[in-house]
C-alpha cells in the first residue's frame, strides 16, 4: 500500500519518520483556521528528481529546501533577505534597507506559520495550538521588543495597533466584499459561536486601553498630571497581567473545552488543502532547526526595520505613524490576509473569521500586554495610553466589527462598510504629522516633572 511506503523526504538522522493514524486524525482535529490560511500559499513539490539522489543526508538536506525555501508561492521574495543584509553592510540608502527588510520578512512570517504546523504533527493537537497561539504573530513582536530596546515606545504601539486595525478592518472587510461578490447567489454564513467569543476578548481589551487614558485627562494641576501618569503606568502593568490571565483561559477554552468551535474543515477535499497537507514533509528536529533560523532572520530584518523607519520616512514623506499602522501590517501578514481572502472567495467564512479576529485577539491579548511588561523588565515606561486618536480608532473598529458579525450572515455590503472604514482611519494617519516619540505617553511624565520642577 502506498501508505506504508517509506518515503525519502521523511529521513531523519538515518530513520523514517511514519505518522500513525492516531497522529494523523489528531493533526486533522487540529487544524486550525490559520493552519488552513497559511497552507492556501503552499504549492506541492515535485520530488522526482531528489529521490533520485543516492545519499541520504544530501537528498534529506535538498528536500528540506525544497519544502521550505520553494514550498511557498511567496519564494521569489527570498532573494530581498540576503540584499537587504548586503545594503546594510555596504551602507547603501536607508529607506531601500526598510522596504527589503519588508519584503524579506513577508515570506519569513509565512514559512514560520508552515514551521509550526510541521512540528505540530509530531507533538499532536495541543502543543500544536499553543505554538500557533505563541509563535503566529512572532513578527509583531520581535519588532516591538527592538523597537523597545531601542526606547522607540510609539513604535510599538502603532505596530501593534496597526495589525489589530488591519486584521480588523482591511483583512475581514476585503474577505467579506471579495466573498459576497464572488457567491451572490449563495446564503453565506458562519458560526456566529467563535466570532462572539474573541469580540468579548477584544471589548477587554479595548476597556484596559480606555482607563489608562482616561488617567490622562483625570489630573487638573502639575501635581496631578504627574500623578495621573504614574496611575496610568501602574494600572497598565496591573491590567497587562490581568489581560496576559484573560488569554491564557482563552487558550484553555480554544484548546480544550470548547475545541470544536475553533476547528476549521476543509468539506470540498480538493486535494488543495486536503490530506496531503496532513503530513509531514521534513522531519521535527528539522522543523525546529528551520524554525529557529528563521527566527533569527526576521530579528536580524526587524532591526533593520526599526533602524531605519525614521530615515523611510523623511525620505518617502510619509509619517512614521502611518508606516507603523497602515504599511508594516499589511506587508508583515501579506501571506496570512491573502490566505484569509482566498477562503472568503470559497465561501468558508468560518475561516476567515477564525483568521481575522484570531489575530486580532492574540495581539490584543498577548502581544500588547507582553510588550508593557517586557519594557517594564526593560526598564522602559510603556503603559496602555495609544493617546486618544489611536484608542479611539481601536474603539470603533471593535465596535463596528461586532456590530457587522451579530447575526451570523454576510453579504458584501458588511465588507465594502469595513474596508470603508479602514480607509478612513488611514486617511487619518497619513494627514498626522507628529514626529516619532513625541506623541508618547512618555512626554506625560516629562510634562508633569518640568511643571514640578517650574512651580
Keep these: 500500500m502506498a501508505s506504508h511506503q517509506q518515503e525519502p523526504w521523511l529521513l531523519e538522522n538515518g530513520n523514517v519518520k511514519v505518522l500513525t493514524k492516531e497522529m494523523r486524525q489528531g493533526h486533522g482535529r487540529s487544524r486550525t483556521a490559520h493552519n488552513m490560511s497559511s497552507s492556501s500559499l503552499r504549492k506541492k513539490s515535485d520530488r522526482t528528481l531528489v529521490s533520485k539522489v543516492r545519499c541520504g543526508l544530501l537528498r534529506n538536506l535538498l528536500v528540506n529546501i525544497q519544502e521550505v525555501i520553494l514550498g511557498t508561492k511567496l519564494s521569489i521574495l527570498f532573494p530581498a533577505i540576503p540584499i537587504a543584509i548586503i545594503a546594510q553592510c555596504y551602507g547603501l540608502g536607508r529607506p531601500w534597507i526598510f522596504a527589503l527588510s519588508l519584503l524579506g520578512l513577508t515570506p519569513l512570517a509565512e514559512r514560520v506559520s508552515f514551521l509550526t504546523e510541521q512540528v505540530a504533527i509530531y507533538t499532536g493537537p495541543t502543543v500544536g495550538g499553543l505554538l500557533n497561539a505563541t509563535c503566529g504573530n512572532i513578527t509583531e513582536l520581535v519588532i516591538a521588543i527592538f523597537a523597545l530596546s531601542s526606547n522607540k515606545v510609539d513604535l510599538v504601539k502603532y505596530s501593534l495597533l496597526g495589525s489589530i486595525l488591519s486584521n480588523l478592518l482591511l483583512v475581514l472587510g476585503t474577505s467579506l466584499l471579495c466573498g459576497g461578490i464572488a457567491n451572490l447567489a449563495k446564503e453565506q454564513k458562519y458560526d456566529r459561536r467563535q466570532a462572539d467569543v474573541n469580540s468579548l476578548m477584544l471589548l477587554l481589551a479595548l476597556l484596559c486601553h480606555l482607563l489608562p487614558m482616561l488617567?490622562?485627562?483625570?489630573?487638573?494641576?502639575?501635581?496631578d498630571a504627574l500623578a495621573a501618569a504614574d496611575s496610568s503606568l501602574y494600572l497598565s502593568r496591573a491590567a497587562s497581567i490581568t489581560m496576559l490571565v484573560a488569554y491564557f483561559a482563552y487558550l484553555i477554552f480554544q484548546l480544550w473545552t470548547h475545541r470544536t468551535l475553533f476547528e476549521a474543515e476543509d468539506e470540498d477535499g480538493d486535494g488543495e488543502n486536503g490530506s496531503d497537507d496532513e503530513e509531514a514533509v521534513i522531519g521535527v528536529w528539522s522543523g525546529v532547526a528551520w524554525l529557529a533560523g528563521m527566527t533569527v532572520f526576521i530579528a536580524l530584518l526587524s532591526e533593520y526595520v526599526v533602524d531605519t523607519i525614521e530615515e523611510a520616512s523623511e525620505s518617502w514623506g510619509l509619517s512614521v505613524s502611518f508606516l507603523s499602522i497602515i504599511l508594516l501590517p499589511i506587508v508583515g501578514n501579506a501571506a496570512e490576509h491573502a490566505g484569509a481572502i482566498i477562503f472568503a472567495f470559497k465561501?468558508?467564512?468560518?475561516?476567515?473569521?477564525?483568521?481575522?479576529?484570531?489575530?486580532?485577539?492574540?495581539?490584543?491579548?498577548?502581544?500588547v500586554p507582553l510588550c508593557v511588561l517586557v519594557a517594564w523588565i526593560m526598564g522602559v515606561k510603556m503603559d496602555l495610553n495609544f493617546n486618544l486618536l489611536e484608542t479611539g480608532s481601536l474603539a470603533l473598529a471593535i465596535i463596528a466589527t461586532s456590530f457587522t458579525l451579530q447575526d451570523g450572515t454576510s453579504h458584501y455590503m458588511k465588507g465594502l462598510i469595513l474596508l470603508l472604514c479602514y480607509v478612513v482611519i488611514g486617511a487619518c494617519f497619513f494627514v498626522q504629522r507628529t514626529p516619532l516619540n513625541q506623541v508618547n505617553v512618555n512626554n506625560t511624565f516629562k510634562s508633569g516633572s518640568d511643571a514640578v520642577l517650574s512651580a
Design 347 to 367: 465561501n468558508k467564512l468560518d475561516i476567515t473569521l477564525g483568521v481575522a479576529l484570531g489575530s486580532a485577539t492574540q495581539i490584543g491579548m498577548f502581544a
Design 215 to 223: 488617567f490622562r485627562y483625570g489630573g487638573g494641576g502639575s501635581d
